[in-house]
């Protein structure tokens, strides 16, 4: 599986921004593609997370409300739409794909996923 990030940018508080994350390879239905995010000296976090057949979706408590996750399986496309941004949400992002079979309840465990995008900057500042 590959996996191409793509959206960042420059933003002001208050601002959106739509991430993408471009899927090849054999993604399946059993898999999941999650984002993440590593902020200046920080680890690298969870944001969100869907299935890539069916529904399901989890989100980190500090994006709730105001991010969405959301997929195109025709395109192999996930999307992170990102509204109200806040300077703390200043990061790279990465999406990345487990290896198969990841429950919905462990979506935000950062050990199921194996494979990884080039990461995209989000600056948010005034």
């Known amino acids: 599986v590959q996996l191409q990030a793509s959206g960042g940018g420059r933003v002001q508080p208050g601002g959106s921004l739509r991430l993408s994350c471009a899927a090849s390879?054999?993604?399946?239905?059993?898999?999941?593609i999650g984002w993440f995010r590593q902020g200046p000296g920080k680890e690298r976090e969870f944001v969100a997370g869907?299935?890539?057949?069916?529904?399901?979706?989890s989100y980190a408590d500090s994006v709730k409300g105001r991010f969405t996750i959301s997929k195109d399986n025709a395109m192999k496309m996930v999307s992170l739409q990102m509204n109200s941004l806040e300077p703390e949400d200043t990061a790279v992002y990465y999406c990345?794909?487990?290896?198969?079979?990841?429950?919905?309840?462990?979506?935000?465990?950062?050990?199921?996923?194996?494979?990884w995008g080039q990461g995209t900057l989000v600056t948010v500042s005034s």
């Open positions: 390879g054999p993604i399946s239905s059993r898999h999941v």
């Open positions: 869907i299935r890539w057949s069916g529904s399901g979706t």
């Open positions: 990345a794909a487990d290896r198969g079979r990841t429950i919905l309840s462990d979506l935000a465990n950062i050990q199921r996923y194996a494979y």
